[in-house]
């Protein structure tokens, strides 16, 4: 339906401007319930959990005692935050890295595969179980007990190899990183996929009769015309990485209190700051940590962003 131009500052009358007035009306009212939820469920609590990280406080019963940078000072000179921070990193650049490169070259090879579409669902099949049931799941699956090994290290000494205590403190970490990439690599393969069947099919036919390899049509067709999509699963794994604490949680933890320091991640270092420890809570640590959190995903994704920064592509 062709749309009639109205020249800049003339109002508009007649059943076009009745329309326009109705949906100006309806603004306000539509956009006020979500726009309240959003400031009550998200923009307060962020602003309180960084007005609280200048303070001491043990919680309900107990007044602020704000010190200023005092739990800054204290947080980044504790051992456990340096763990935590540095675990955290890992499992955002690392992690993103291999899942990233699995999810592509699943892609590569889905796009001409008979059956993709079932295969595609059978990868996505770990993202639907809950974090705590994979976690208790690879906990059997890793774990070191000579005489009554897990599937892994019984596999290994069947090949006469040594078995490897996954699950140490030390070693989690690694771990949970090939669990991760193993488990999400699905969700990611499923985003691109979805941009890849937009992709009009004559280009690929086209490349295809110019001889082109699987790595050239990957690299001049699919990567620049989902260049767009790539970003925001980019962004959605940081977020997602950033925030990961059931799996760590089960596959390193005693069952009580929080698991070692050495296999903490920020999402752990809040969690016992808060309700982890033995004694009085200290939630101005554990919102100091918070706010460390906020700024580390703002850096992540606006560096993405700029990144991955591109003309879009029309075709």
């Known amino acids: 339906m062709a749309q009639i131009a109205v020249p800049a500052g003339k109002p508009v009358t007649g059943k076009a401007g009745a329309q326009l007035r109705g949906k100006r009306r309806l603004f306000w009212p539509l956009l006020a319930p979500a726009l309240a939820l959003y400031v009550v469920f998200l923009v307060v609590p962020t602003i309180a959990t960084a007005v609280l990280s200048f303070s001491s406080w043990a919680g309900a019963g107990d007044t602020p005692d704000f010190n200023g940078f005092a739990q800054y000072r204290e947080m980044f000179a504790s051992d456990a935050f340096r763990y935590s921070f540095f675990n955290t990193l890992l ?77 140490q403190p030390e070693n989690v970490t690694y771990a949970v990183i090939v669990a991760l ?52 699963a980019g962004v959605l794994w940081t977020i997602n990485a950033m925030k990961i604490f059931e799996l760590v949680f089960v596959l390193a933890g005693p ?57 879009a592509i029309q075709y």
Not at 128 to 142: D, H, K
């Open 91 to 167: 499992y955002i650049v690392v992690g993103g890295v291999g899942t990233f490169l699995l999810a592509f070259l699943f892609t590569m090879v889905l796009r001409d595969m008979r059956g993709g579409k079932l295969i595609r669902a059978i990868l996505f099949f770990p993202n639907i179980v809950a974090p705590v049931a994979l976690g208790m799941f690879l906990g059997f699956v890793l774990v070191y007990r000579p005489g009554k090994q897990g599937l892994i290290n019984f596999v290994l000494e069947g090949i006469g190899l040594n078995g490897v205590k996954f699950l």
């Open 181 to 232: 990439i193993w488990a999400s690599s699905g969700f990611y393969i499923t985003i691109l996929m979805a941009a890849v069947d937009r992709i009009p099919p004559y280009l690929y036919e086209d490349a295809e009769i110019a001889g082109a390899s699987p790595w050239q049509k990957f690299r001049n067709i699919t990567l620049p015309l989902t260049w767009d999509v790539v970003g925001v």
């Open 255 to 311: 069952g009580t209190y929080s698991p070692p320091i050495h296999a903490w991640t920020l999402g752990i270092y809040v969690f016992d700051r808060s309700f982890g420890t033995q004694g009085t809570p200290a939630y101005g640590a554990a919102c100091a940590c918070a706010v460390m959190m906020i700024a580390l995903v703002s850096v992540f994704v606006v560096l993405l962003r700029r990144l991955m920064r591109r003309d």
